[in-house]
């Protein structure tokens, strides 16, 4: 093939690579479009602004929410150093945001139920059942999931770490 010929070969493609991608919502370099604000949107105050343009981003991660989530899953698998520093340093500068997300996850991963973010957070916040310390930075179940007990908020408790150990070995009432 000449070079004239490869030429208009690749201009056509990328001619109909675009038209796919503005078919799917996306901009012509492959990334999700984000809605523009409407005309009318409110220019004068700042803070009018700001909740015009945050309700638009929630109503379009609504409406793209399973394929904003694997092109976000791509970008951290193409870039996975990249991703731990910024978990890390998201981490660190929130400790309890991070224990809470962690404990959360790990609750749903071992017992198969989601309490939701709200309720557990609320559970969360409290001070500890047996001691008083606020904020208690553990969960404790009322009734054990061993013996039954369910994942669910009104079987939660907030605890500290030391009183829920003397929970499980039975030295705590609460």
Not at 51 to 69: P, S
Request: net charge positive.
């Amino acid at each position: 093939m000449n070079d004239e010929r490869w030429r208009i070969y690749q201009r056509e493609w990328m001619q109909r690579r675009r038209a796919a991608w503005l078919s799917q919502g996306l901009t012509t370099n492959g990334t999700i479009r984000k809605p523009r604000l409407p005309q009318d949107a409110p220019r004068a105050a700042n803070g009018q602004l700001r909740e015009v343009k945050q309700a638009a981003d929630r109503a379009h991660y609504r409406q793209n929410r399973e394929r904003i989530g694997a092109v976000a899953a791509a970008y951290r698998a193409a870039h996975p150093e990249e991703n731990r520093r910024r978990v890390a340093a998201w981490t660190a500068a929130h400790p309890d945001r991070a224990a809470s997300s962690k404990a959360r996850r790990c609750a749903n991963r071992k017992f198969g139920e989601a309490v939701p973010s709200e309720e557990w957070d609320a559970v969360w916040a409290g001070s500890c059942f047996a001691c008083g310390l606020t904020p208690a930075r553990g969960v404790d179940h009322v009734i054990p999931k061993v013996r039954g007990g369910r994942n669910v908020v009104d079987n939660l408790q907030p605890a500290c770490w030391p009183c829920n150990r003397e929970k499980a070995r039975g030295e705590v009432r609460p």
